[in-house]
């Protein structure tokens, strides 16, 4: 059975950037023209996804709002003669079939992919945490359902960290069974550096077989009152095995200031528009 829907799970509220993040959902942040959640609907579609599964909470209309169609809009933009812009606000609306669920309380990620449950149903699945911006040619759930397809057993993507940054993480370990493909046995949700099984982190891409949802039913609370997905994919791999990929590209975590001022300036200098007068402007401001 092959990989159709995804999960994204967007009802977090985006503390990190308060307090612009107060009355505007923190994936609706701009990388230059796009917000963050249209490079994880993208990586999900260039995945051959067809059906993306949103789990957001209060406060997320606008990510509803930008995958509808907008009469108005393009009222006023006929109006104006921009047929050309009306054509790209479209393609927007049918890169894929969108279905919207609600997580009313903030009980963790594990939660908020549990809610998919009955959209999902028997078959395997993505999830994509916007955050995790990844820029290659190869989108990394692309990357993961080429091994999915290989194995059929639950993929998650992998990135080495800093040895001091592995607490931000769940941190794995496994057997290296070919060029970055591992057989993962331990799993630890942001352990203390000297607890770290590895410096082998997971990042926002994973597939799963839909027996991960009988994992998170019976994944207990932590202490936060969230149910960890990190706890319920171990619980899994005791069932059957998981394996590890890590992702090829430049991964921008944009959950942190940091991370997403980074990829803005890169996305930035990429962008055949302004790229080059971005670049001379970034010259002048260093000194260069």
Do not use: W
């Amino acid at each position: 059975m092959r990989v159709r829907k995804a999960v994204l799970p967007v009802a977090g509220f985006g503390t990190r950037f308060l307090p612009a993040t107060k009355s505007s959902s923190k994936e609706m942040l701009p990388l230059v023209d796009k917000p963050l959640i249209h490079y994880a609907v993208k990586d999900a579609v260039d995945a051959g996804i067809e059906q993306i599964v949103f789990v957001t909470g209060r406060g997320k209309r606008a990510i509803e709002d930008y995958f509808d169609i907008s009469f108005e809009l393009e009222y006023h933009l006929k109006f104006h003669g921009k047929d050309e812009i009306i054509e790209e606000m479209r393609q927007i609306s049918d890169m894929a079939d969108f279905v919207y669920l609600r997580q009313k309380e903030p009980k963790g990620l594990g939660h908020a992919v549990l809610r998919a449950k009955d959209v999902v149903g028997d078959e395997p699945f993505a999830v994509i945490l916007a955050d995790d911006v990844i820029e290659n040619s190869s989108s990394g759930t692309k990357q993961l359902i080429d091994v999915f397809d290989r194995y059929h057993c639950s993929v998650i993507g992998l990135e080495g960290v800093p040895k001091e940054d592995v607490s931000k993480y769940g941190i794995v370990s496994g057997k290296e069974i070919e060029d970055g493909l591992y057989k993962l046995d331990n799993f630890v949700e942001k352990p203390k550096p000297e607890q770290a099984p590895s410096n082998t982190a997971i990042i926002g891409r994973y597939i799963f077989t839909h027996r991960i949802f009988e994992e998170l039913e019976k994944t207990q609370v932590g202490a936060k009152g969230e149910i960890q997905l990190t706890d319920a994919i171990l619980s899994l791999s005791k069932k059957e095995v998981i394996y590890g990929k890590t992702l090829e590209g430049k991964r921008f975590d944009c959950g942190s200031k940091f991370g997403f001022l980074e990829a803005t300036v890169e996305f930035a200098l990429n962008d055949k528009e302004i790229g080059q007068e971005f670049k001379e402007y970034l010259k002048g401001v260093m000194g260069c």
